[in-house]
């Protein structure tokens, strides 16, 4: 991939490669000068590597990041990136799929050289894809599950122009509920690439839909007659809709695998009041979404809205999932035919292959060496999907912390108070601080990825902080026993102890919610040597036996991460430690037996 290659080029190549670009540039409508940008980088490149493959979809790799490289001044809006071409549009046309497009990109970005914040780019825009290919999966079954069978309908009969609308078939709901999903989350760039979050947002998409099927009297045909979230009357003959619009939230949570105080926090706090802003600004129209005058117009608008989206901010059309040609432009067989049962596909092995390991290779936290903490490893969990994993590993969370605060117990304060020192004042000033900074990075906008709203950063401490007071009171109780009622001052009065335990909390709470912040996110963040941080995770592991399989091998993997690396750069604690026990480096049996 990477051997030189001789610099004498073929003048045919080059004319070859130049006549595929200017029919690529054509079919996208694209200007000369990044046309001329993306040919004079692959010449460039191509005179130093050897390019396997489709010289095509090269071109597509230069020409999107000449296209990238692109700034168009707006009227009122400042300026726009990209030429207005998405991603989307030149992989279509140089019939690359997504899933390959990733693949040779990374390999294009080291031949070229680019910087740091553009690798960042794709990194997100990759992350973006696994989360909304994993949505789909879900959305599927669930779709079916509260709405008939769009491809169980008649097809429909063209019509003329001048022929009066008809209803909104089950297909264009389908189509209509997705879009809407991804033009929502799209506007939620702190949903975007969190996968706990963006799941709860299609819950509530398919709950306003559900809400607009009944509370129209015409269009609860396209209702499922089985589905558990009817009310108890619908199959009355007098079946009447109540004022207000049903919500069942709480029915998906119970069905489908969802946090219901995290999908209702989703749905109050972001959901309807964006609902109520797409009203204000007439995107969306009528009493009902799906009323014969209003469906069209609303679906027309939502999707004008999301392509306006895409080309000035997104890049990923993510209604790609819905097209005919998915399985070639994802790079993943999953094609809807009249022959293969809607919502069963997900069932198939053939479907899981490219995209499960894409995603999986992405979010595998386990340990490539068995180097530590093996023996705390559960006996294995069933195999689960990753929307339902990540749920439930919130879920195993909030059971861990369930009905405690997030502040010392009783049974701990006693114990502060049996110190010659009462640290208390001390480690609540640190617990403070760590809260601080962490919600100060957490909402911040970087290069890496967008910032979370304040909301998410405030749950997503206070669970730390429940789990930390919970975990320190597990220690000092086993630590007294061990000690025989020896005075704890001393290791309660180390300040980098509670900031490596509140770190490993914290972590383990970024990890529950599949948090793009992976580590070592929260030690850069906290300023946190790794050394220290490492000193306190089997500690962890050892005190809280709640902690789920996963969430083990997870700490496992950042265990081996800083053994590997972390713990050796140049101004790593270890060097300090090392000298101050005289360069002694204890034996594998002193390890062992400690």
Same mark, same amino acid.
């Given at each position: 991939?990477?051997?030189?290659?001789?610099?004498?080029?073929?003048?045919?190549?080059?004319?070859?490669?130049?006549?595929?670009?200017?029919?690529?540039?054509?079919?996208?409508?694209?200007?000369?000068?990044?046309?001329?940008?993306?040919?004079?980088?692959?010449?460039?490149?191509?005179?130093?590597?050897?390019?396997?493959?489709?010289?095509?979809?090269?071109?597509?790799?230069?020409?999107?990041?000449?296209?990238?490289?692109?700034?168009?001044?707006?009227?009122?809006?400042?300026?726009?990136?990209?030429?207005?071409?998405?991603?989307?549009?030149?992989?279509?046309?140089?019939?690359?799929?997504?899933?390959?497009?990733?693949?040779?990109?990374?390999?294009?970005?080291?031949?070229?050289?680019?910087?740091?914040?553009?690798?960042?780019?794709?990194?997100?825009?990759?992350?973006?894809?696994?989360?909304?290919?994993?949505?789909?999966?879900?959305?599927?079954?669930?779709?079916?599950?509260?709405?008939?069978?769009?491809?169980?309908?008649?097809?429909?009969?063209?019509?003329?122009?001048?022929?009066?609308?008809? @209803? *909104?078939?089950?297909?264009? +709901?389908?189509?209509?509920?997705?879009? %809407?999903? &991804?033009?929502? =989350? /799209?506007?939620?760039?702190?949903?975007?690439?969190?996968?706990?979050?963006?799941?709860?947002?299609?819950?509530?998409?398919?709950?306003?839909?559900?809400?607009?099927?009944?509370?129209?009297?015409?269009?609860?045909?396209?209702?499922?007659?089985?589905?558990?979230?009817?009310?108890?009357?619908?199959?009355?003959?007098?079946?009447?809709?109540?004022?207000?619009? @049903? *919500?069942?939230?709480?029915? +998906?949570?119970?069905?489908?695998?969802? %946090?219901? &105080?995290?999908? =209702? /926090?989703?749905?109050?706090?972001?959901?309807?009041?964006?609902?109520?802003?797409?009203?204000?600004?007439?995107?969306?129209?009528?009493?009902?979404?799906?009323?014969?005058?209003?469906?069209?117009?609303?679906?027309?608008?939502?999707?004008?809205?999301?392509?306006?989206?895409?080309?000035?901010?997104?890049?990923?059309?993510?209604?790609?999932?819905?097209?005919?040609?998915?399985?070639?432009?994802?790079?993943?067989?999953?094609?809807?035919?009249?022959?293969?049962?809607?919502?069963?596909?997900?069932?198939?092995?053939?479907?899981?292959?490219?995209?499960?390991?894409?995603?999986?290779?992405?979010?595998?936290?386990?340990?490539?060496?068995?180097?530590?903490?093996?023996?705390?490893?559960?006996?294995?969990?069933?195999?689960?999907?990753?929307?339902?994993?990540?749920?439930?590993?919130?879920?195993?969370?909030?059971?861990?912390?369930?009905?405690?605060?997030?502040?010392?117990?009783?049974?701990?304060?006693?114990?502060?108070?049996?110190?010659?020192?009462?640290?208390?004042?001390?480690?609540?000033?640190?617990?403070?601080?760590?809260?601080?900074?962490?919600?100060?990075?957490?909402?911040?906008?970087?290069?890496?990825?967008?910032?979370?709203?304040?909301?998410?950063?405030?749950?997503?401490?206070?669970?730390?902080?429940?789990?930390?007071?919970?975990?320190?009171?597990?220690?000092?109780?086993?630590?007294?026993?061990?000690?025989?009622?020896?005075?704890?001052?001393?290791?309660?009065?180390?300040?980098?102890?509670?900031?490596?335990?509140?770190?490993?909390?914290?972590?383990?709470?970024?990890?529950?919610?599949?948090?793009?912040?992976?580590?070592?996110?929260?030690?850069?963040?906290?300023?946190?040597?790794?050394?220290?941080?490492?000193?306190?995770?089997?500690?962890?592991?050892?005190?809280?036996?709640?902690?789920?399989?996963?969430?083990?091998?997870?700490?496992?993997?950042?265990?081996?991460?800083?053994?590997?690396?972390?713990?050796?750069?140049?101004?790593?604690?270890?060097?300090?430690?090392?000298?101050?026990?005289?360069?002694?480096?204890?034996?594998?049996?002193?390890?062992?037996?400690?």
């Amino acid at each position: 991939m990477f051997e030189d290659e001789p610099h004498a080029e073929g003048a045919a190549a080059v004319a070859a490669a130049r006549e595929a670009l200017q029919a690529l540039c054509q079919e996208l409508n694209l200007d000369e000068g990044s046309a001329a940008e993306a040919l004079d980088d692959f010449t460039a490149i191509r005179g130093n590597y050897s390019l396997e493959g489709e010289v095509i979809h090269w071109l597509a790799c230069s020409l999107y990041v000449a296209c990238r490289k692109s700034i168009i001044p707006t009227v009122g809006k400042g300026v726009m990136e990209g030429n207005c071409v998405s991603l989307t549009r030149i992989l279509r046309s140089a019939k690359l799929s997504l899933i390959q497009f990733f693949s040779k990109m990374k390999k294009w970005m080291d031949m070229s050289n680019l910087p740091q914040e553009f690798r960042e780019r794709i990194e997100r825009l990759e992350r973006n894809f696994e989360v909304s290919t994993v949505i789909f999966k879900k959305f599927e079954p669930i779709f079916l599950d509260i709405f008939q069978n769009p491809y169980e309908e008649p097809p429909k009969l063209p019509r003329s122009r001048k022929q009066r609308r008809i @209803p *909104c078939s089950v297909k264009d +709901l389908f189509n209509f509920c997705w879009t %809407l999903f &991804v033009y929502t =989350k /799209g506007n939620f760039r702190m949903i975007g690439d969190d996968l706990v979050n963006s799941y709860h947002l299609l819950l509530c998409c398919l709950d306003l839909i559900f809400a607009n099927a009944i509370m129209c009297p015409n269009r609860r045909d396209l209702l499922n007659p089985s589905f558990k979230g009817l009310p108890s009357d619908f199959h009355a003959p007098d079946f009447k809709a109540a004022e207000e619009p @049903p *919500c069942i939230i709480a029915v +998906l949570c119970d069905l489908h695998d969802g %946090l219901l &105080v995290e999908a =209702k /926090g989703i749905k109050e706090h972001y959901f309807k009041p964006y609902i109520s802003k797409l009203f204000d600004k007439k995107i969306l129209k009528g009493e009902c979404l799906l009323d014969l005058s209003s469906f069209t117009d609303n679906s027309k608008a939502v999707n004008k809205e999301y392509e306006e989206y895409v080309l000035t901010v997104g890049d990923f059309d993510e209604r790609i999932f819905l097209g005919a040609d998915a399985e070639e432009e994802i790079g993943t067989p999953r094609k809807f035919t009249a022959d293969t049962p809607f919502g069963k596909l997900t069932s198939q092995a053939s479907v899981e292959c490219n995209l499960q390991q894409h995603f999986e290779k992405k979010q595998s936290f386990a340990p490539s060496t068995p180097l530590t903490g093996r023996r705390y490893l559960q006996e294995k969990e069933a195999v689960t999907t990753p929307v339902a994993s990540a749920t439930q590993s919130v879920s195993r969370l909030q059971s861990i912390v369930a009905g405690l605060k997030s502040a010392p117990s009783e049974q701990l304060l006693n114990i502060f108070e049996s110190c010659m020192r009462n640290p208390m004042g001390n480690i609540i000033k640190i617990v403070k601080g760590i809260g601080e900074t962490f919600c100060q990075h957490y909402t911040q906008s970087t290069d890496k990825q967008p910032g979370s709203h304040i909301d998410f950063a405030v749950n997503r401490l206070k669970l730390a902080e429940i789990l930390y007071y919970k975990i320190l009171e597990t220690i000092m109780v086993q630590e007294t026993r061990r000690l025989h009622g020896m005075d704890m001052s001393v290791l309660l009065e180390q300040d980098i102890f509670h900031k490596s335990l509140m770190a490993c909390c914290l972590e383990i709470v970024l990890f529950a919610y599949s948090s793009p912040r992976t580590f070592p996110w929260i030690i850069e963040v906290l300023d946190l040597q790794p050394f220290y941080f490492y000193k306190v995770i089997e500690v962890v592991i050892r005190s809280e036996e709640g902690l789920s399989r996963d969430m083990v091998k997870h700490l496992n993997s950042i265990e081996e991460q800083i053994l590997e690396s972390l713990a050796w750069t140049n101004n790593s604690a270890l060097w300090e430690a090392l000298h101050a026990s005289a360069n002694r480096v204890p034996s594998c049996e002193e390890v062992s037996q400690g």
